[in-house]
């Protein structure tokens, strides 16, 4: 069974950083693109951020566009998410995830596509 493994959430103040790592198996990264989701209570899943395997391309969602970056390490097999400026609404359990039909991220947040997830990191930001 394919596992990939979210680490570090926590509680972060309004304004503040945090780095989000994902660890997936070695194969992941040579052949699938991989993104960045989030589901707040309540809400639906969204797409955050995407890295392609072909090119290392990323693209962002409106939200967090200039605010987060998104990126890959072949050697250690991990995909980070780096979150600046944090903000209250930016609170969710944040969930890394393979697209196992492309490799270049595609221009919509197909979640059917992405059929590898973590268990998902919570990540609060406080005032």
């Known amino acids: 069974q394919v596992q990939l493994a979210e680490s570090g959430g926590g509680l972060v103040q309004s304004g503040g950083s945090l780095t989000l790592s994902c660890v997936v198996p070695?194969?992941?990264?040579?052949?699938?693109?991989v993104g960045w989701f989030r589901q707040a209570p309540g809400k639906e899943r969204e797409g955050v951020a995407c890295?392609?395997?072909?090119?290392?391309?990323?693209i962002y969602s409106n939200s967090v566009k200039g605010r987060f970056t998104i990126s890959r390490d072949n050697a250690k097999n991990t995909v980070y998410l780096q979150m600046n400026t944090l903000k209250l609404e930016d609170t969710a359990i944040y969930y890394c995830?393979?697209?196992?039909?492309?490799?270049?991220?595609?221009?919509?947040?197909?979640?059917?596509?992405?059929?590898?997830w973590g268990q998902g990191t919570q990540v609060t930001v406080s005032s």
């Open positions: 995830a393979a697209n196992t039909q492309r490799r270049l991220c595609p221009g919509s947040w197909t979640l059917h596509e992405y059929n590898y």
């Open positions: 890295v392609s395997s072909s090119d290392g391309s990323a």
């Open positions: 070695g194969f992941i990264l040579d052949y699938y693109a």
